[in-house]
């Protein structure tokens, strides 16, 4: 991105928080390289095509109510969508608050992951580079790469899931007072995992009349997003089934997950949900933080040596999901532009 100098602040993670992140230090004048271990942008802010259809399988839609947030998501170039405008059941949404007097609600017919890809444009990127560990130096922390690389910054952000920002925090031997402190904060509690079904049905199968459904009679199915009732004209049914916390919990490791999810779909949708023509089963570990969980502001750390570490993500500003993790990098970018820390 133009205007930007001096040795990079360098990201790890390019979901929401990261690019938040780095686009925020970038307007600022601060140059921000991102690095992912995946093969594309986005994280938990997921999209992917199945038979020419982009289908969301982690959030499937964007809410919230900050006038930045929300003026962020109106500068996306993609098909806004008023969506879910119909929602069908009781049962508990994922983020109660989505549905909260004064919340806006919003998807993209090119799916939920049009908005991190365009906070990406222009941002310096390096995709499938995993961090594995953290080496504070004289003025620097090393960033550890699973290639066996190093890159050094003088400030580095973590930008991930809490537990997997933590797992890194565990490479920094010793531990740092301020450090410490950190995993302790973190430890406080997990995020809640999901278990998530992708399922694609032919021509025939009866097009819900819904665009969500939270069903409040099932202790397996969340959620049932109809992802073809964003894309209008789409010849086939597209649903994605989301599971309980509970239940994925306990199911995690269970390889007959996506069979039963299937036939608790077949018990709340009817028979023919049971048989989609093409199922893609999706484990998110670390899918939404505990509300309960959730800290005022992102961590900016001293590191001995005088590097600076910070941690972002949707653990870091209240409300959680989307918009929070959107937050904690425009905030944490703030703290690092005004020299705290350092
Ligand atoms: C099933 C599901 C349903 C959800 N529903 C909602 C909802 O209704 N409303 C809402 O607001 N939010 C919802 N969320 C949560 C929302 O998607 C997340 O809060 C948000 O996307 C988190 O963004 P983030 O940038 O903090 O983290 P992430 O999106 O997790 O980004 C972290 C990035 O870091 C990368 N990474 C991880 N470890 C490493 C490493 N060691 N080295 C390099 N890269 C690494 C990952 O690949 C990822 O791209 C849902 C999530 C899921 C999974």
Redesign the pocket.
């Known amino acids: 991105m133009a205007g930007t100098e001096g040795s990079p602040v360098v990201i790890?993670?390019?979901?929401?928080?990261?690019l938040s992140c780095a686009r925020a230090l970038a307007e600022g004048g601060r140059r921000a390289l991102v690095?992912?271990?995946?093969h594309g942008v986005?994280?938990?802010?997921a999209t992917r095509a199945l038979e020419g259809q982009p289908v969301d399988y982690?959030?499937v839609f964007l809410?919230g109510r900050d006038p930045a947030f929300l003026a962020a998501l109106d500068a996306v170039p993609a098909t806004r969508l008023d969506w879910p405008a119909d929602v069908h059941g009781s049962g508990p949404p994922?983020?109660p608050e989505?549905f909260s007097p004064g919340e806006v609600r919003r998807a993209f017919a090119e799916g939920v992951n049009a908005f991190p890809r365009h906070l990406a444009e222009g941002l310096e990127l390096r995709l499938q580079?995993?961090?594995?560990g953290l080496v504070p130096g004289d003025g620097t922390v090393a960033l550890r790469l699973d290639d066996g690389s190093f890159l050094e910054a003088e400030t580095a952000v973590l930008?991930?899931?809490a537990e997997?920002a933590d797992e890194?925090l565990a490479t920094v031997l010793p531990a740092p007072p301020a450090v410490a402190a950190a995993r302790a904060l973190l430890a406080t509690a997990s995020s809640h995992c999901?278990l998530?079904l992708l399922a694609v049905y032919g021509p025939a199968a009866p097009r819900p009349p819904w665009h969500v459904s939270y069903p409040e009679t099932s202790r397996i199915v969340q959620l049932v997003s109809h992802e073809s009732s964003k894309r209008p004209g789409s010849p086939l049914l597209v649903l994605t089934y989301?599971a309980h916390p509970a239940w994925s919990r306990q199911h995690l490791d269970d390889p007959d997950w996506p069979r039963r999810v299937l036939d608790e779909a077949a018990r709340l949708l009817g028979p023919w949900a049971a048989d989609p023509r093409t199922a893609h089963p999706h484990r998110?570990r670390w899918?939404?933080?505990d509300l309960a969980a959730e800290l005022a502001r992102p961590l900016l750390l001293a590191l001995p040596g005088g590097a600076r570490l910070g941690v972002a993500?949707?653990r870091f500003a209240p409300g959680?999901?989307?918009?929070a993790?959107w937050r904690s990098g425009r905030a944490l970018a703030g703290r690092v532009l005004a020299g705290e820390g350092a």
């Not at 690095?35 to 995946?38: F, T, W």
């Not at 986005?42 to 802010?45: A, N, P, S, T």
């Not at 959680?320 to 918009?323: C, L, P, Q, R």
């Open positions: 790890v993670g390019a979901g929401v928080a990261g690095l992912d271990r995946a986005g994280g938990r802010c982690g959030a809410h994922c983020q989505a580079r995993k961090v594995v930008a991930l899931a997997q890194l999901a998530a989301q998110w899918a939404r933080t993500g949707d959680g999901g989307i918009e993790a």
